[in-house]
């Protein structure tokens, strides 16, 4: 069976331009997460979705937005890029309403902001 | 808020031998999710292990087990007879059984297994 699929593994954008990152979840999950990993803060939790409604949002400033659709596809668009937002963000599907029973994560998308 | 620390940012263990990755959490609540995640150069973080805070049982998967101290807090990973494919980074996670929380990940310990 597939598992979370990202796209597109990397992305160099210029500081100012916006971005959408696109995440596939697992097959019959409906719950999905996004994460941005950076050395200097680790893993932080940006949203949460699920069946098409956002259950949880994370610290983050409202250049970052996301949506769900009804096939559970998310996508998350960063407008107004900083040099900041270079990172990974990393997309996680699960089975439960709130990743109870884990997530299985994507691989991915590399972001670099130039 | 709850809180995750994993106070060895390395750490190394030659093949087949046993290692033990520490993590300890702050939290008010009683009733939460523990879980390990590895990831390897690929970056893709994989599931290692699941406790569940009620449950007295430490969880095992192979050769990954854990020792859950819930008065401690404390959430230590057991690799025994390490390979070289064990290598990646691991990461502590608390999830709280309110819907209305999120993940909170340690900073992550970087195992390096060595031949």
């Known amino acids: 069976k597939a598992g979370v699929t990202q796209t597109p593994r990397y992305l160099i954008k210029t500081r100012g331009q916006q971005v959408t990152l696109s995440c596939s979840p697992i097959?019959?999950?409906?719950?999905v997460s996004w994460y941005q990993q950076t050395p200097g803060q680790g893993l932080q939790f940006l949203f949460e979705y699920f069946s098409e409604t956002q259950r949880n949002k994370g610290n983050f400033p409202g250049r970052f937005s996301g949506r769900q659709f009804s096939n559970s596809r998310s996508e998350m668009n960063v407008s107004t890029l900083e040099l900041g937002d270079s990172a990974l963000y990393l997309c996680?599907?699960?089975?439960?309403?709130?990743?109870?029973?884990?997530?299985?994560f994507g691989s991915g998308t590399r972001l670099t902001v130039v | 808020a709850q809180t995750v620390t994993q106070s060895q940012p390395e750490m190394s263990v030659q093949e087949a031998e046993t290692v033990t990755l520490s993590c300890t959490y702050d939290?008010?609540?009683?009733?939460?999710?523990l879980f390990w995640y590895k990831q390897p150069p690929s970056r893709q973080m994989i599931l290692v292990i699941r406790?569940?805070?009620?449950?007295?049982q430490n969880a095992t998967e192979n050769r990954f087990s854990v020792n859950f101290q819930k008065a401690a807090k404390s959430f230590s990973l057991k690799i025994s007879d390490s390979q070289l494919g064990d290598a990646a980074m691991y990461f502590c996670?608390?999830?709280?059984?309110?819907?209305?929380?999120?993940?909170?990940f340690g900073p992550g310990t970087r195992l390096s297994v060595l031949p």
């Open positions: 996680a599907s699960s089975l439960s309403a709130a990743g109870f029973t884990g997530y299985t």
């Open positions: 939290t008010s609540e009683s009733d939460y999710y």
């Open positions: 406790q569940e805070a009620y449950k007295q």
């Open positions: 996670a608390y999830r709280s059984a309110n819907y209305g929380q999120n993940f909170v």
């Open positions: 097959s019959g999950h409906r719950s």
